[in-house]
């Protein structure tokens, strides 16, 4: 067997082989192909579709809609983890307001004067900074 017929027997695989589960990263073994995925979609937006006919004929609050599960890949893992860490960290910086301990310190982020309006700290990461406004060039 030749690469090249090798590799064309590998494009060729179904989408919801082990093979391309594991290309995008599908950690819980449910593997999905592009079908599946549709129709979870349109259950998605049968619900959509039902809220908005419950709130037309009943001029209610809809009831929670939860959409349909999707398999976790390893992205929606990392993410898991980020904002558990992330969350743990505010409730001890919470904890720690709460108790007093930061009494007379400066908050992260926080300038001590006043700048210019609009003006953003040094102290925030770039990730944070707000977005630079366009110039009109002619």
């Known amino acids: 067997m030749t690469v090249r017929r090798l590799k064309v027997l590998i494009a060729g695989l179904p989408s919801h082989s082990l093979y391309k589960s594991q290309l995008r990263g599908i950690t819980d ?10 129709l ?3 259950a998605d ?9 419950y709130v037309g004929v009943t001029n209610k609050q809809p009831p929670q809609m939860t959409p349909y599960p999707r398999p976790e890949t390893e992205a929606d893992v990392a993410n898991q983890t980020e904002e558990a860490q992330a969350n743990a960290r505010a409730e001890d910086y919470l904890e720690l307001l709460s108790s007093g301990a930061l009494e007379g310190q400066q908050a992260p982020g926080e300038t001590s004067g006043t700048g210019a309006p609009g003006q953003v ?3 925030l990461p770039d990730a944070v900074q707000p977005p630079q406004e366009a110039t009109a060039t002619n």
């Open 45 to 53: 937006m049968l619900q959509a579709q039902y809220g908005v006919a």
């Open 40 to 42: 979870a979609f349109i």
């Open 29 to 38: 073994g449910q593997r999905w192909g592009d079908e599946t995925y549709l």
């Open 121 to 123: 700290p040094r102290s």
